[in-house]
């Protein structure tokens, strides 16, 4: 894989007439990490912990759907579904993601991402603070299991950890 080009920005099509950025017809736009470092702030001040949730709930929409759409569109396997999505990760600004562990059978995806837009964007917490990249992961692993998930940011930069690691796994069936 050449790390010299960025293929997401080079097929990103853009509507002037619309003002509309899309890639292989999903659309995606521009937004400054501050932006919604400062939405989530204020959902935190309002709803406290739920707030990470509800961050979550969005990401885990686009992961679906991102991961959906690129397995159908691609014709990919589950893991070059997990490693597109992890360099596509990079090529969108959300910072460097690596797969480390993708078990399909036990059902385990774990990702560390280095350079989190979010977690530079917060600054200091006590917290982990990448709802929206623990979401998209959870989603993508939802439609890699066909399960649902638990996702976990067991690591944070902003709690100040080197990088972020998020661990997925395939929730227990009920009466298994």
């Known amino acids: 894989m050449d ?36 939405f989530q702030k204020a959902l935190e001040r309002t709803l406290g912990e739920r707030a990470g949730e509800l961050l979550f709930q969005g990401g885990f929409t686009g992961g679906s759907l991102s991961a959906r759409k690129y397995k159908e569109h691609f014709g990919y396997s589950d893991e070059e579904t997990v490693a597109f999505m992890c360099r596509m990760g990079g090529q969108i600004g959300w910072g460097h993601f690596a797969l480390e562990e993708l ?27 990448c709802h929206l990249i623990r979401g998209v992961l959870a989603g993508l692993a939802t439609a890699i299991f066909d399960a649902e998930v638990a996702a976990t940011e067991v690591a944070c930069a902003a709690q100040g950890a080197p990088l972020c690691r998020f661990t997925v796994v395939k929730r227990a069936q009920e009466g298994a």
């Open 3 to 38: 790390q010299t080009t960025n293929d997401i920005v080079q097929e990103l099509a853009w509507d002037a007439a619309g003002g509309r950025l899309s890639f292989k017809g999903v659309r995606y736009l521009l937004i400054r990490p501050e932006t919604l470092v400062d």
């Open 103 to 129: 078990d399909a059978s036990a059902g385990r995806l774990v990702v560390r991402v280095e350079g989190s837009p979010f977690a530079e964007a917060y600054g200091p917490a006590d917290h982990g603070v």
